[in-house]
């Protein structure tokens, strides 16, 4: 049997959220939502949004240690603020870039001291809507630019970037897990990573397990986020309640990866109950882990590598759908 994987969550899911038309459950203070995290089944991990859902950092740490969690990743936000409307690391304005690459900076000490090893950061004000809006290759260079000089400050804590096709702007600059990469390359800085969000890969038209392979197979490191979606829009639903056979994929593949770091549910209990709804993601993906644990893992791992798939069809139709 393979270690059990971790999981977390983005704390900002446990209050009040919105869409374009209304807002969904109560507002909740940071120590609220600890307690609703307090008794979740197999979830210990938080992700926090900095600066605008927390700042106070001994708070952080104290509230932590008295509800037993700990640290996923800090999530630092560079695209909320007004200064940000025209992007925040591709923006042509100098001083709004150096700004974003502060409060990156910021959320590492934030992250040093409340005991996360890592900061990730999904810069959505970066991208377009029409044609002959943007510069692209010098948008591109500028965001290279930035991610260098914020990767380089305290290396010890990686900066992880997650990748989406479009949302805030029509277009994100960086929008698939191959553009990410293209951009870690151009970094050259093995402490910045990609942090693969599966309902974004889904929706973004890419297959999440064949995106996770090409992160795997790189030299950068990686991070996940977990969800779900009708592959048309970022809905953030349960894991598994859409695309089920491509999750069992993309958890294969973790483990064949050796993935060890938290699995983080980025999902948004609109209209399900808030504790049901996580503990469902942790359990699901439990479940089909154990359940890959009893499979002949080499087996399945020969059929992918031959060309008669109706074998390997039958493989998922006895270990899978109907198991002996």
Avoid at 7 to 36: C, M, W
Avoid at 138 to 164: D, H, N, Q, V
């Amino acid at each position: 049997m393979s270690e059990k994987p971790k999981f977390a969550i983005i704390t900002s899911f446990l209050g009040q959220t919105h869409d374009r038309f209304r807002s969904y459950n109560s507002p909740a203070t940071i120590e609220e939502k600890f307690k609703v995290m307090e008794n979740l089944e197999n979830t210990d991990g938080v992700e926090l949004v900095h600066p605008y859902e927390v700042s106070d950092a001994p708070k952080i740490k104290s509230l932590l240690e008295k509800h037993g969690l700990k640290m996923a990743a800090v999530n630092v936000n560079i695209k909320k603020d007004d200064l940000f409307l025209h992007g925040s690391i591709s923006n042509p304005d100098k001083a709004i870039r150096d700004q974003a690459v502060q409060m990156i900076k910021d959320s590492k000490d934030f992250a040093e001291m409340v005991g996360a090893d890592k900061v990730q950061c999904c810069p959505l004000g970066d991208g377009y809507e029409y044609s002959f809006q943007s510069d692209y290759s010098t948008s591109w260079k500028r965001m290279i630019s930035c991610i260098e000089e914020a990767g380089a400050y305290k290396p010890e804590i990686p900066l992880f970037l997650e990748y989406k096709p479009n949302e805030i702007r029509g277009r994100s600059f960086m929008d698939s897990a191959a553009k990410t990469l293209c951009l870690l390359k151009d970094v050259g800085n093995k402490a910045v990573g990609t942090t693969l969000d599966f309902g974004h890969s889904m929706y973004g038209g890419e297959t999440p397990a064949e995106a996770l392979c090409l992160l795997a197979d790189s030299d950068y490191p990686y991070y996940i986020h977990i969800n779900d979606n009708d592959g048309r829009w970022d809905w953030d639903y349960m894991c598994g309640t859409r695309h089920f056979q491509e999750y069992v994929e993309f958890i294969y593949y973790l483990k064949r990866f050796g993935y060890n770091d938290y699995l983080t549910s980025d999902t948004s209990p609109t209209r399900v109950d808030m504790k049901e709804c996580f503990e469902a993601n942790a359990r699901w993906t439990l479940k089909i882990w154990e359940m890959l644990d009893t499979m002949d893992l080499e087996e399945l791992t020969k059929l992918l590598n031959q060309t008669d798939f109706i074998k390997n069809w039958k493989f998922l139709e006895n270990n899978l759908f109907f198991r002996k």
